[in-house]
């Protein structure tokens, strides 16, 4: 039988808008009830293929479901909000999170031993608290192994574990018939867009991701690349997009190309870390040659976005765990399988004792680059410095949560890096990027910060100890790596939103304001990096000079006065914005 031209399309239209029709001819779900009336025993005497064809037929016309025929329909009565299924209550229904404030070393002492004995998950810890997921059940034992100042010393964070992890999922499983909608890129260079395009109004899975930035390689093809870092542990493509122009009519011999890399998803339960990076992406794909300022930053710099490091446990995430941390790769102990890609790295890897417990969040392997994707990244950067005519002026790791900027150097508090006073202004002048964006507060700090600070009893000040507790090891950072190792003067690791209302499970309508303030800051960076200051402007006298040509000359300088540097670094806490900026001037230009 030879169908006509328009069935394939009519086909295609009813497969993929089938749960939609589904939903209008089966109105009732798990979430709902409602008394059955004649009229919905009138209809439920009908045959399947004909609720079918009258569903699809209102779906193609727009006819509203409570039309003439059925106005006098009573509507179902709600039994309240969606419950997360029997499967989330079995893995995470018992589960809740704590806050600890810690105060003392004893303290952080204390905590570090109870969670090892434990094997507790450790959400986030800085010098003012600790967030740890526990099982209700385990909370007595936790409380019996720490010091009486502790044991009253805890707030909980989320009372119900399994209901918002499902509300993360919530729109994937139960979608709305406009969220069925084909994505389709907004050729416009306006931000407001983005709050229509329906791939950043959810969390997307990575077989969504990928066809999406094969779509953009191929519908911008001028100034937008798909490439591949390597491969998982699993076998997985390790996808990126490359995206910048190379203009031609320049008579200038080329150098290397300043290349600027973002990465996410390190650490695969942190969504908003993936979904950052592709929006970042996507606000400069279609703002080429719409904004004159946003074109001459992709002439300028070469930028490489890579969403997810670790596709394999970004995929596990979705299928399986959504707390899920680590890669996938198997360790020692079969039942313990994953290593943490955030400490994976070569450099100072096997400082302050790495963990050597697979079953542990932070295990990293038992050799520096044993994680795959790690090893893929680094031997992927080192090609493109070395081998591609390229050189990498900047790197930024979006993580979550607790909003902050950490620079180098993550191993340790006790050596300064040589350029520190060129990575605290431009983490400074991200941190007012974001706070101009959407009033957000972002703190900035070295990434050793896990160390802890308590007050001195008699001066009232913060003293900090010379062996500080640390929950986990800071050796192996990704952001030491590529500072140190590769050379990269300006290397970061960002932690986006929140401050742990939500933690890593943020709602999804988070990732437009979190994507705005991300690229805020890395607009900053941009033109931090081209010479001048951004959001200051004009005025400072930098306009002219390139930040990456510059840096060798005052690495030399730097790099001589490192050891005095201890007792000179800027504490940014006690400043306010203007006397920062005075403070760093006047050391400049001393």
């Given at each position: 039988m030879r169908h006509p031209n328009w069935f394939p399309l009519a086909l295609v239209l009813f497969s993929s808008s089938l749960p939609s029709v589904a939903a209008a001819v089966f109105p009732y779900n798990h979430a709902?009830?409602?008394?059955?009336?004649?009229?919905?025993?009138?209809?439920?005497?009908?045959?399947?293929?004909?609720?079918?064809?009258?569903?699809?037929?209102?779906?193609?016309?727009?006819?509203?479901d409570n039309g003439p025929c059925s106005a006098a329909e009573p509507q179902p009565i709600s039994s309240g909000p969606a419950t997360p299924p029997s499967t989330l209550f079995a893995r995470y229904g018992g589960d809740l999170v704590l806050r600890f404030n810690v105060r003392t070393p004893e303290e952080?002492?204390?905590?570090?031993?109870?969670?090892?004995?434990?094997?507790?998950d450790v959400w986030e810890f800085n010098s003012d608290f600790v967030d740890i997921r526990v099982s209700k059940d385990v909370v007595p034992s936790l409380l019996g192994l720490l010091p009486p100042s502790l044991q009253h010393a805890h707030t909980p964070l989320m009372h119900d574990l399994a209901q918002s992890i499902f509300e993360t999922y919530n729109d994937e499983y139960l979608p709305t018939r406009e969220s069925h909608r084909p994505f389709s890129p907004v050729l416009q260079s306006s931000e407001d867009t983005h709050s229509t395009n329906i791939f950043f109004r959810?969390?997307?899975?990575?077989?969504?991701?990928?066809?999406?930035?094969?779509?953009?390689?191929?519908?911008?093809?001028?100034?937008?690349?798909?490439?591949?870092?390597?491969?998982?542990?699993?076998?997985?493509?390790?996808?990126?997009?490359?995206?910048?122009?190379h203009p031609t009519n320049s008579e200038k011999p080329s150098g290397k190309r300043p290349m600027i890399?973002?990465?996410?998803?390190?650490?695969?339960?942190?969504?908003?870390?993936?979904?950052?990076?592709?929006?970042?992406a996507y606000t400069l794909i279609t703002s080429y040659g719409k904004s004159e300022e946003i074109t001459k930053v992709l002439e300028k710099f070469d930028w490489v976005f890579i969403p997810t490091l670790n596709p394999d446990g970004y995929v596990y995430t979705w299928e399986n765990d959504r707390l899920w941390r680590k890669n996938r790769q198997q360790t020692s102990l079969r039942f313990c399988r994953g290593l943490d890609l955030d400490h994976a790295y070569g450099f100072e890897w096997d400082s302050n004792d790495m963990a050597d417990n697979p079953c542990s969040e932070s295990f990293a392997g038992e050799a520096p680059f044993e994680a795959v994707e790690a090893r893929r990244f680094a031997t992927w950067a080192r090609n493109q410095t070395e081998n591609e005519n390229s050189t990498i002026v900047a790197f930024v790791d979006f993580h979550s949560y607790s909003q902050q900027i950490l620079y180098p150097y993550s191993y340790t508090c006790t050596a300064a890096p040589p350029t520190l006073e060129n990575l605290e202004e431009l983490a400074i002048g991200m941190a007012k990027a974001i706070r101009l964006t959407n009033s957000e507060q972002y703190s900035i700090a070295s990434a050793c910060e896990g160390s802890i600070e308590s007050k001195d009893e008699k001066t009232g000040g913060k003293t900090k100890h010379s062996k500080p507790q640390r929950f986990e090891s800071g050796g192996g950072s990704p952001i030491d790596y590529f500072y140190h190792s590769l050379g990269v003067k300006y290397s970061y690791q960002i932690k986006l939103r929140d401050t742990g209302s939500y933690g890593f499970l943020l709602p999804s309508k988070n990732i437009i304001p979190t994507g705005k303030e991300a690229f805020s800051a890395m607009k900053y960076m941009a033109h931090f990096l081209m010479g001048n200051k951004g959001i200051e402007g004009e005025g400072d006298g930098m306009e002219g000079q390139s930040v990456y040509e510059g840096e060798q000359v005052r690495q030399e300088v730097l790099t001589e006065k490192a050891e005095g540097m201890g007792g000179e670094q800027l504490r940014v806490e006690e400043h306010t914005d203007e006397e920062v900026e005075f403070e760093l001037k006047r050391k400049r230009r001393r």
């Open positions: 709902s009830t409602s008394i059955p009336t004649l009229q919905q025993h009138s209809d439920r005497s009908k045959s399947i293929a004909t609720r079918l064809r009258d569903g699809l037929i209102r779906l193609v016309w727009s006819i509203p952080v002492a204390a905590l570090t031993q109870a969670v090892e004995v434990l094997f507790l959810n969390y997307q899975p990575l077989s969504v991701i990928v066809p999406w930035m094969r779509l953009l390689a191929s519908l911008f093809p001028t100034h937008v690349r798909l490439i591949n870092i390597g491969l998982s542990y699993e076998g997985r493509d390790i996808p990126a997009l490359r995206v910048g122009v890399v973002l990465s996410g998803g390190s650490h695969a339960r942190e969504w908003i870390s993936t979904s950052t990076v592709n929006y970042v």
